[in-house]
């Protein structure tokens, strides 16, 4: 698990380092960013402290349940520019939830769906969990559009999580395709 590293074409993604502390609280503290996380206003002193828990949180749930959100970096030049990962659901056992955050500079360049899909590939071959699911503002048209690639079906509207109505959107192992590595 600490040498837990997962590579596409042109990303890599790995556990969390106190390298990446700046990285986060950026997104964190961007308005473009965080208007669809579900996080309210900071500013850079409590962005700071937000993504200082998030990676510790990120860690407790690699430890304990063997899936987290990582560090996404772009391997041409080793620069992290967001993350990507599977966080277990509060009142689920065998399903997950699919997260992933980009830094604007870097949006429209296929990242997040590259990310996107290799996270949800290694979770159901790698840690056969039996279902991903995926929330977002129902406007939130661009991530949408990254779990409808991935082949994930909209389900609805909930208000389960969070505390708003969001998209829900699933996929389960047997509709991904994926056997166990
Ligand atoms: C959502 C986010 C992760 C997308 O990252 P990205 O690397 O730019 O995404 P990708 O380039 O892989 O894919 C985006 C897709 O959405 C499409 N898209 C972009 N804006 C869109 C919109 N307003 N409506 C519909 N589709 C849209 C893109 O065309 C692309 O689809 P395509 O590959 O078919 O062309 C990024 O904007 C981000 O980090 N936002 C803030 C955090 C966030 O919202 N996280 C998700 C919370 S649910």
Redesign the pocket.
Known sequence: MDDLELATSRLRLRRFDDGDLPLLTELFADH??RR??AVGRMDRVAALDFAAEFIRRSEGELSEAGCGALALTRKADGRPI?YCGLRPLPDRIRAVELL???APD?????????AARAVVDWGFAVLLIDEIHG???PE???????ME?LGMRYRGDTDRYYGETLAFYALGRCANGSNPA
Do not use: D, M
């Open positions: 473009s960013v669809y996380l967001g992933y955050a980009v870097c949006w429209g360049n296929g990242y997040a769906s590259e929330f977002t503002r939130h048209g661009a991530s949408r559009r990254i690639k």
